[in-house]
């Protein structure tokens, strides 16, 4: 019995340990709110303290007091997905959707807007921050000159929309080796319902390394007010440790609440209790074993010691 809450206590506490190492491993999701790396927006998560978005049936139905935030969704958008979204913003709420080559154009689609994102990257060889694939934003609102675009495409917008911030005279595009001069629209907002749409044309505008260049954070404030912000996170393609993170994460979550933990801890103490009583148990028939051969030092001990095994054996009293 020994060895059994041995393996018991042992399994418990590798299962642990793992749980936790993987919970707190570093997650290499392109776009992902637990990647702390370039690319990642664990930064954004944290400044706007987001509510992630695991299922779109936890989306509010008033979104007035809520700001929507897609980032380089890659998955497409389910029906039900897009009538949730629509919902949202036909009571007030306010979605920014931040991408390039992504599924943006198939949710704006299914929006009904002829709103899309341009399928070109747009470069700068003059005003940019020491690449021509990272573009300077320039917009006509105070304190928004100055944005860092990284790996840029174009909006394609038609008269009903406002015009937030564009590329200068000097970046272009290329269509069939044809070089196509701006400035072209990368941030703008469109009216939808009772709320808004905002497009920005590079899902890059908040990673952790551009959300501190230029003005990004301050275009992030600009926009999002004091909404309770809420983050998509399941339209990117997620790697193995991605998911393995999403579960353990779900996983830590649950044991770390006070009521899972005394379970768990109720359930540990029970089990030892259980073995305290059998392994008594067990001393007492041992003593009981000794003081029938003191008493009786003619009978037979090998037999006496097969009916204890026996005993113990079938459970017979």
């Not at 706007?48 to 897609?70: E, M, W």
């Not at 497009?199 to 003005?215: C, H, K, M, Q, R």
């Not at 993170?245 to 103490?269: N, V």
């Not at 037999?303 to 113990?312: A, F, G, T, V, Y």
């Amino acid at each position: 019995m020994k060895s059994r809450i041995i393996l018991f206590v042992a399994t418990l506490t590798i299962l642990i340990a793992i749980l936790y190492i993987i919970n707190y491993l570093p997650s290499v999701q392109v776009f992902g709110d637990l990647n702390p790396y370039w690319n990642g927006l664990s930064l954004l998560k944290s400044k706007l303290n987001a509510i992630r978005l695991t299922t779109y049936s936890s989306l509010p139905t008033f979104g007035q007091d809520f700001v929507l935030i897609i980032i380089g969704p890659q998955k497409p958008f389910y029906e039900e997905e897009i009538d949730n979204i629509e919902q949202f913003l036909n009571n007030g709420g306010l979605l920014i959707l931040a991408d390039n080559f992504g599924s943006g154009n198939q949710l704006l689609n299914g929006l009904g807007l002829d709103a899309r994102f341009g399928n070109q990257t747009v470069n700068d060889p003059v005003f940019n921050f020491g690449n021509s694939l990272i573009l300077r934003g320039f917009s006509s609102i105070q304190n928004l000159k100055n944005l860092s675009l990284y790996y840029s495409t174009y909006l394609i917008l038609d008269s009903k929309h406002d015009l937030i911030a564009s590329t200068s005279v000097f970046s272009y595009i290329k269509i069939n080796n044809t070089e196509k001069f701006g400035p072209f629209p990368v941030v703008a907002s469109i009216n939808y319902g009772k709320g808004k749409i905002i497009l920005i044309a590079t899902p890059y505008i908040w990673v952790n390394s551009f959300i501190n260049e230029g003005d990004n954070a301050k275009l992030l404030y600009f926009l999002i007010q004091n909404r309770t912000a809420i983050l998509d996170v399941l339209h990117w393609e997620a790697d193995a440790l991605t998911y393995l993170k999403e579960y353990a994460y779900l996983l830590y979550s649950a044991i770390s609440t006070s009521l899972i933990k005394y379970i768990i801890l109720a359930g540990c103490i029970a089990f030892i209790f259980l073995f305290k009583i059998k392994e008594n148990n067990m001393l007492a028939k041992s003593n009981e074993l000794e003081r029938i051969i003191r008493e009786n030092p003619d009978w037979d001990i090998d037999l006496l010691r097969k009916i204890k095994e026996e005993r113990e054996k079938y459970g017979s009293q």
